[in-house]
């Protein structure tokens, strides 16, 4: 027979238990408002509103405080930085112990991990939080993110395989986080690019694995109304692309309109072109095939050729934030075919790529463009149509040129490097 006593007394551990995790989470809330000292934001207002009105449940007999507190979880992660996550996560943590089947809580304890860079536990939480979803389609988000965070673990995984005995193997970075993962597998390809040299297959697919993880990093696998249709690629994409064709670089129109490099630009199987460039068939051709772009600093350069048809579209800029802000901004839909994503968009400085630091961050988009087809080396005929004009490259890109030019032809002002 049971006795109602012991199941009386039972009940009330319980209730105890439940009012020292809120205590704890009050606690926590207390720590962060006492550790503000900087000016409040809009978004750390609406943390302390939240804070606020859990505190008001814990005063109300009829109230039920898990509501609240997980609101004060959402804010905390909204406000973000290192101590609007801490918080966060103490919340989420408390939360999943009040209330283990609540799908609420344990979305809240994977993106706050997630956010502080401890991708293996988020999953672990992502995982969960399905498990009392009945209709995956209610949770789209984290169904995207576990897929994202699966296909780095991946990459990884498939670049250790690739060289299994090389030093600092990507396999010891499984588990860590994003910000020690990302700068030591950079470091991993440059050496393996370094060692084996870009040609070698090998260091080609390991590459690409690494496009993709950067991609994955730096622009999550979400649904962007922005691409209108367009496929981003990266290294290996691009590549694919590139490999086997004849490529002309062509300086702006009205800088070569009438100087006799002629329409013979169409007769390049890729025609490239940057900025804000004009076509004139008589003088450049009328193809644009690829174009690259700059971004310069916080503000988005903002010429027309945006608009224009282009069956590549690169975007180069950094730091990363500034670039997918004005990318997002000025992308047009369904005028380019392919976009470069996120492991495109510093070739020169990346160490998985070119990897030379000394560059200035003004270097032109045409010097850009040329040493990425220069160094994906895939092209049998790279050439520069007016670029032997004053002002078209800075002096030192020009003797970059010219101590690797095969060919110079000055009445079609075209320079061969292959």
């Not at 498990?131 to 993110?145: K, M, P, W, Y």
């Not at 030093?167 to 393996?192: I, Y």
């Not at 013979?264 to 772009?293: I, K, M, P, Q």
């Given at each position: 027979?049971?006795?109602?006593?012991?199941?009386?007394?039972?009940?009330?551990?319980?209730?105890?238990?439940?009012?020292?995790?809120?205590?704890?989470?009050?606690?926590?809330?207390?720590?962060?408002?006492?550790?503000?000292?900087?000016?409040?934001?809009?978004?750390?207002?609406?943390?302390?509103?939240?804070?606020?009105?859990?505190?008001?449940?814990?005063?109300?007999?009829?109230?039920?405080?898990?509501?609240?507190?997980?609101?004060?979880?959402?804010?905390?992660?909204?406000?973000?930085?290192?101590?609007?996550?801490?918080?966060?996560?103490?919340?989420?943590?408390?939360s999943?112990?009040?209330?283990?089947?609540?799908?609420?809580?344990?979305?809240?304890?994977?993106?706050?991990?997630?956010?502080?860079?401890?991708?293996?536990?988020?999953?672990?939480?992502?995982?969960?939080?399905?498990?009392?979803?009945?209709?995956?389609?209610?949770?789209?988000?984290?169904?995207?993110?576990i897929?994202?965070?699966?296909?780095?673990?991946?990459?990884l995984e498939?670049?250790?395989?690739?060289?299994?005995?090389?030093?600092?193997?990507?396999?010891?970075?499984?588990?860590?986080?994003?910000?020690?993962?990302?700068?030591?597998?950079?470091?991993?390809?440059?050496?393996?690019?370094?060692?084996?040299?870009?040609?070698?297959?090998?260091?080609?697919h390991?590459?690409?694995?690494?496009?993709?993880?950067?991609?994955?990093?730096?622009?999550?696998?979400?649904?962007?109304?922005?691409?209108?249709?367009?496929?981003?690629?990266?290294?290996?994409?691009?590549?694919?692309?590139?490999?086997?064709?004849t490529?002309?670089?062509?300086?702006?129109?009205?800088?070569?309109?009438?100087?006799?490099?002629?329409?013979?630009?169409?007769?390049?199987?890729?025609?490239?072109?940057?900025?804000?460039?004009?076509?004139?068939?008589?003088?450049?051709?009328?193809?644009?095939?690829?174009?690259?772009?700059?971004?310069?600093?916080?503000?988005p350069?903002?010429?027309?050729?945006?608009?224009?048809?282009?069956?590549?579209?690169?975007?180069?800029?950094?730091?990363?934030?500034?670039?997918?802000r004005?990318?997002?901004?000025?992308?047009?839909?369904?005028?380019?075919?392919?976009?470069?994503d996120?492991?495109?968009?510093?070739?020169?400085?990346?160490?998985?790529?070119?990897?030379?630091?000394?560059?200035?961050?003004?270097?032109t988009?045409?010097?850009?463009?040329?040493?990425?087809?220069?160094?994906?080396?895939?092209?049998?005929?790279?050439?520069?149509?007016?670029?032997?004009?004053?002002?078209?490259?800075?002096?030192?890109?020009?003797?970059?040129?010219?101590?690797?030019?095969?060919?110079?032809?000055?009445?079609?002002?075209?320079?061969?490097?292959?």
């Open positions: 027979m049971t006795n109602p006593l012991a199941g009386l007394f039972k009940a009330r551990q319980k209730e105890a238990a439940r009012l020292e995790l809120f205590a704890r989470s009050m606690r926590l809330c207390g720590e962060y408002l006492a550790a503000q000292s900087e000016k409040p934001s809009p978004r750390h207002a609406r943390l302390t509103r939240a804070i606020g009105v859990f505190a008001a449940s814990l005063d109300t007999p009829a109230a039920d405080p898990f509501d609240s507190l997980l609101k004060v979880g959402e804010r905390a992660l909204d406000a973000g930085g290192d101590s609007g996550l801490a918080l966060a996560l103490g919340v989420a943590e408390t999943t112990r009040i209330r283990q089947r609540s799908r609420g809580a344990w979305r809240l304890h994977g993106l706050a991990l997630d956010g502080l860079g401890r991708e293996a536990e988020a999953l672990e939480c992502y995982e969960r939080h399905l498990t009392l979803v009945r209709d995956n389609g209610a949770a789209e988000e984290i169904v995207r993110r897929d994202t965070l699966r296909r780095r673990r991946a990459c498939e670049a250790d395989a690739l060289f299994p005995r090389a030093g600092s193997p990507p396999r010891d970075l499984l588990g860590q986080p994003t910000a020690v993962a990302a700068p030591e597998f950079a470091a991993f390809v440059q050496a393996r690019v370094a060692e084996h040299g870009a040609g070698d297959p090998a260091v080609r390991l590459l690409k694995l690494y496009g993709t993880y950067r991609r994955l990093v730096e622009r999550p696998a979400l649904s962007d109304p922005l691409l209108g249709g367009s496929t981003p690629i990266g290294v290996g994409g691009l590549r694919g692309l590139v490999e086997g064709r490529v002309c670089l062509v300086s702006d129109a009205d800088g070569t309109a009438g100087s006799a490099p002629g329409a013979g630009a169409d007769g390049y199987d890729l025609v490239v072109r940057c900025d804000s460039f004009g076509v004139r068939a008589e003088g450049t051709g009328g193809r644009t095939d690829l174009h690259a772009v700059s971004l310069r600093g916080e503000t350069w903002d010429g027309p050729a945006w608009t224009r048809p282009a069956g590549i579209r690169l975007v180069f800029g950094s730091p990363a934030g500034p670039w997918r004005a990318t997002r901004q000025r992308l047009v839909p369904g005028a380019q075919e392919h976009i470069g996120a492991s495109l968009r510093a070739p020169l400085t990346d160490p998985a790529l070119i990897g030379e630091d000394d560059w200035e961050p003004a270097t988009t045409a010097f850009t463009v040329l040493r990425l087809l220069d160094f994906l080396d895939v092209s049998p005929r790279l050439d520069l149509v007016g670029f032997g004009l004053p002002g078209r490259l800075q002096p030192r890109e020009a003797e970059w040129v010219m101590d690797r030019a095969t060919h110079v032809d000055h009445s079609k002002m075209r320079i061969a490097l292959r």
